[in-house]
């Protein structure tokens, strides 16, 4: 009886004790097809608004980055946040979508410490920061390459920590290697949020530096002509 209770379950490790699992409704197939398509449809809706303001190709592209990551952020991890405790139970779709997640990272069924604390910061603080960098550079705010390093630096510090907490605990919680849970989810997914951060902030580096540069020059010519 012991033994039918553990591996009632699909997630790693296999002695994990999930009493409230119940499995999904909704296949993979339907699942995958519906979050990639609102992916998509996020996407095609900012680009073709930030093509109608006309800006390049490489500022549409970010400004779809961050229109999808806010998206991502507040919806999808803000559901978790708020309601990891009964996840595994759940049957809504984005309940399902955590569950069918979890098969790559069994942290997010179980509400491990760190994951609830990381994706409630995530949800509360990177999610609002990605909507406020998409409608500064709308605006051309003078703060938007600040906002864009700000949150990017979070998006980087975030999935770092939780890439190397799971190496530390030696992936444990998925099965090591499976081409979609392991790979697909845990890996490719989640490299997302370590390559384009990098890349934002490299971006916004450079904008910024460029800028106090620009001032420095100005204001030691100034001094320059009145010292004359």
Not at 2 to 27: A, E, M, Q, T
Not at 59 to 72: A, E, Q, S, V
Not at 100 to 128: H, Q
Not at 144 to 150: E, F, K, P, S
Request: charged share 15%; net charge positive.
């Amino acid at each position: 009886m012991g033994s039918d209770s553990i591996l009632k379950h699909p997630y790693f490790p296999r002695d994990l004790s999930i009493p409230h699992y119940k499995p999904n409704k909704v296949s993979i197939q339907e699942l995958l097809g519906i979050f990639f398509s609102l992916v998509l449809i996020v996407f095609i809706i900012t680009w073709i608004y930030s093509t109608k303001k006309k800006f390049s190709v490489g500022y549409r592209l970010l400004l779809c980055w961050f229109t999808i990551c806010g998206f991502i952020h507040t919806i999808l991890e803000g559901y978790f946040a708020f309601n990891h405790s009964t996840l595994a139970g759940g049957s809504s779709y984005l309940a399902e979508m955590w569950k069918e997640y979890g098969k790559g990272d069994s942290r997010y069924i179980t509400s491990d410490t760190f994951t609830v604390c990381m994706e409630g910061i995530t949800a509360v603080i990177d999610g609002p920061l990605c909507f406020l960098t998409v409608a500064a550079y709308l605006t051309n705010s003078p703060y938007r390459y600040v906002l864009q390093l700000i949150v990017s630096l979070c998006q980087l510090y975030g999935d770092t920590l939780y890439l190397l907490s799971e190496v530390k605990d030696n992936f444990i919680h998925s099965e090591l290697y499976h081409p979609l849970h392991f790979w697909f989810y845990f890996l490719f997914l989640n490299s997302f949020w370590i390559i384009v951060p990098l890349i934002m902030i490299c971006h916004a580096v450079s904008k910024i530096v460029t800028s106090q540069g620009t001032s420095d020059f100005r204001f030691n010519n100034r001094n320059q002509k009145k010292s004359r």
